[in-house]
């Protein structure tokens, strides 16, 4: 996307020179200057103008790596950006030469008198469509990653209260010795589980149920998702969904107990049938006691951790399953999937890191992590990705608004003597350039409406964002159609055109 807005900008940069400079270059045909004379001044006005700003540009970058203390980068960077601005150059050349051959003017035309910019009326509309279509494509785009990003600093923002908790990051080079750590992980949960210190919360979306299982149950009860969690993990949470643990309810007013008999088909057999997978007696003996499960009954979306590190899933309505002491109630092998993907975390590092100093466990962990950090660091990618797509979106409007314009220009020029009568007969600017601002409108809208039909129809929310164009690019056009049809009239009332 970057480097399409750059190559529409520097076409819409040639032409607009060019289109400025027709008047100029016909007079010195007119005057005997020979055609190599004329191709060669214009060239090197063009290059004086561009070879400034991009060294200024350049120079500023060097001076931004030298002062992110990146010096070690500045001779690649800067023979990357060399390459790069020469290459700029050249296609800005070669453009500027096909340009000037499509736009040259006969000596038939000098002799007519006609507009000289009248060349530019065609290439100036091929480059205002293209961009308008650029613009519709980058809309949705943009669109769609602000609102990400805006949405991953909202939820991320929800791991304020699990930034202290961690996750340990284990290696041990082969299945077989993972299986021999397996009996270490269940002591290490243990010891934090009596110390008051592991946090449990896994989260999974019950329609994965029905999609991995043919011929189970369609029925969810209305759930949008299950989480399994520990007391600790609640207390952790508890601000963000506005709960009060009460005796008995560990989410106080934000849920109610339901047996397993209550739960939907589909929900109680999957839980039944992972129950003597997970746990340590291998049967359904004391599911009920073990596995107590709730109905959330808050306003506020519920956060729950799923088998990606970094992650959080939000659930309005789902069904929540506490596990008092996951350390005693899961078997070694599941703690120790838990403890890998980061459902089983602990509340305080440091006691985390003096247990592992002087445990054998010690000798695989590679480190001890936030579990927040993978988060925000994601939200960190995004914002990013979202500040480089809207600085190119304002680069593609900037081309956009420069084709526009030489289009306007061109058509206010071609259209002069009309619009000088008209204005003088007290015609409104309105009336005028009607026809013109409906072509204007029309093109406008049939390009985001392809758009928007493309992208499928407003299935996705993002296709609406291609609509958008059509407001803006008729706010562009009308002013500086307006702001060129001026100009004009007033060249020809100073009889200067």
């Known amino acids: 996307m970057t480097f399409l807005t750059c190559l529409v900008l520097l076409i819409a940069l040639v032409i607009s020179w060019y289109a400025l400079r027709a008047r100029a270059r016909s007079l010195k045909l007119l005057c005997g200057a020979t055609a190599a004379k004329v191709v060669g001044e214009d060239l090197l006005s063009l290059v004086q103008v561009v070879v400034l700003p991009a060294s200024g540009g350049l120079l ?14 500045l001779l690649p960077f800067a023979l990357a950006s060399a390459f790069f601005l020469a290459s700029a150059l ?11 051959a499509i736009t040259w003017p006969s000596v038939s035309e000098i002799a ?4 000289p910019e009248k060349h530019f009326q065609w290439i100036s509309e091929v480059l205002k469509g293209a961009t308008l279509v650029l613009i519709t494509v980058t809309l949705p785009i943009v669109g769609a990653s602000i609102a990400e990003a805006t949405n991953l600093s909202n939820k991320n923002a929800q791991w304020e209260v699990l930034k202290n908790n961690v996750s340990v990051r284990i290696s041990t080079g082969s299945e077989t010795e993972f299986e021999r750590r397996l009996a270490e992980m269940r002591d290490l949960a243990v010891a934090a589980s009596r110390a008051g210190k592991l946090t449990f919360s896994y989260s999974f979306k019950p329609a994965n149920i029905i999609s991995l299982n043919e011929g189970a149950s369609t029925d969810l009860g209305g759930y949008d998702g299950t989480v399994l969690v520990n007391p600790s993990y609640l207390r952790a949470i508890s601000t963000l969904i506005d709960s009060t643990p009460l005796a008995g309810n560990p989410l106080g007013t934000r849920a109610e107990r339901i047996s397993p008999d209550q739960l939907p088909a589909a929900l109680r057999e999957h839980l039944e049938g992972q129950y003597p997978l997970w746990t340590r007696v291998g049967t359904l003996d004391g599911f009920a006691n073990a596995f107590k499960t709730y109905r959330y009954t808050g306003h506020k979306n519920f956060p729950g951790l799923p088998p990606r590190l970094g992650e959080m899933a939000h659930f309005e309505n789902p069904l929540i399953v506490l596990v008092d002491d996951p350390a005693e109630i899961f078997d070694d092998g599941t703690i120790g999937a838990f403890l890998t993907s980061g459902n089983l975390t602990f509340s305080d590092a440091r006691w985390v890191r003096d247990y592992l100093a002087g445990h054998p466990l010690g000798n695989v962990v590679l480190s001890v992590d936030r579990i927040s950090d993978a988060g925000l660091y994601n939200s960190q990618l995004q914002n990013q990705s979202a500040g480089m797509k809207t600085l190119s979106f304002t680069l593609v409007l900037l081309a956009l608004t420069m084709s526009t314009a030489v289009s306007a220009l061109v058509y206010a020029v071609t259209k ?11 015609w409104p600017w309105a009336k005028s350039l009607a026809r013109r601002l409906a072509w204007e409108g029309t093109l406008a809208v049939v390009v985001a409406m392809a758009m928007f039909l493309a992208l499928g129809a407003g299935s996705g929310g993002d296709a609406w964002w291609a609509l958008a164009a059509v407001p803006l690019y008729a706010v562009i056009s009308g002013l500086l159609h307006i702001t060129s049809a001026n100009g004009v009239f007033a060249q020809l009332l100073a009889r200067r055109a």
Request: aromatic content about 4%; glycine content about 10%.
């Open 112 to 115: 007519s008198r006609r507009p």
């Open 60 to 73: 500023t970058a060097l001076v931004v790596v030298a002062v992110q203390g990146k010096a070690s980068y």
């Open 90 to 100: 050249g296609v800005m050349l070669l453009c500027a030469l096909i340009v000037s």
């Open 416 to 426: 002069g003597r009309r619009h000088f009568v008209q204005r003088t007969a007290g």
